[in-house]
């Protein structure tokens, strides 16, 4: 069942005693069967993410990382300068019909790198929409 919904996006990258956070407001796709699909665009940014009851999968443009629920995971990441492997670790993921909440953090080959919060609201959207 696919349906268009407004998704507010914001995740918030904690290193250390620094603190980004990223923020979008776009109209979306979410998509049930045996995985939820989640897809909107923003800022020339395609974010998608996928999610089942094992994994989370989180996809900005060419770079994707995967989530275990149960387990740490290398990936290779895609950076604006090249690849780079990159462990991660799902702390906390909670979903319901209108919110997700993802808690990860990310480590390269010796130290915690990051702890990465993201937190989607998906709400009903008319087609017509403009946002």
């Known amino acids: 069942m696919y349906k268009t919904k ?10 250390e005693d620094q603190n980004e956070t990223v923020e979008y407001k776009s109209k979306g796709i979410v998509h049930i069967d045996k995985d939820t699909h989640i897809q909107f665009k923003s800022k020339g940014n395609l974010i998608h993410i996928t999610f ?7 996809r900005n443009n060419d770079s994707i990382l995967e989530l275990s629920k ?3 995971v290398w990936n290779q990441y895609q950076l604006a300068y090249g690849s780079v492997a990159l462990k991660t670790k799902l702390l906390l993921f909670e979903e319901s019909e209108d919110k997700v909440k993802i808690k990860y953090e990310l480590y390269d080959e010796t130290a915690l790198i990051s702890t990465v919060y993201i937190l989607m609201t998906l709400m009903p959207c008319d087609i017509q929409e403009d946002l």
């Open 6 to 15: 407004r998704i507010h996006y914001r995740s918030i990258f904690k290193s």
């Open 52 to 58: 089942n009851k094992d994994k989370v999968i989180l």
């Open 70 to 72: 149960d387990k740490e």
